[in-house]
């Protein structure tokens, strides 16, 4: 026999799930618990021809900490997986990656600069303005819809992408 205490114990972690998700829905655990599944540039014209979803691309460096910080703790969220996973495709790009990038049928190339340098796709994509992190929200035909700039948590990146979600 099941045990009132036991019975509790079960309730208590399916309202967690709720409270996670920040919605009424309950996590779909298949989701929630895989990776995300990220992406490179050079994938972008096959995930374009799945225009089922809008795209977005990481842009980031190996130096910048709140990258790191935001694949270690915003990025392993669950219910932000779950979402991220559903919604969009998303693709990971290093702004000083030296080698050649093939965007929209424009190849972009690396400028040293500096003590680093930049990729000139991370120009295009950031309308000129590098900043670390960024995140570039695109529609199915790689049209730009918004760029959200610097470190979030699950639920503000989620908030920031609510307004050009499908």
Known sequence: MISFAVIASMAVLGLGNYIQAGTTAPINDNLANEDIRWHTVSEIDLLQKNQSKMIIVDVYTDWCKWCKVMDQKTFTDPALKQYLNEKFHLVKFNAEDKSKVTFKGQEHMYV?????????????????SLSYPSFVVLD?????????????????????????AL
């Open 140 to 164: 199915e035909n790689l049209k730009l819809m918004k760029v959200i700039k610097g470190y979030k948590d699950a639920v503000s990146f989620k908030e920031a992408l609510s307004t050009v």
């Open 112 to 128: 040293p600069s500096g003590r680093r340098g930049y990729n000139t796709l991370a120009v295009e994509l950031l309308q000129g």
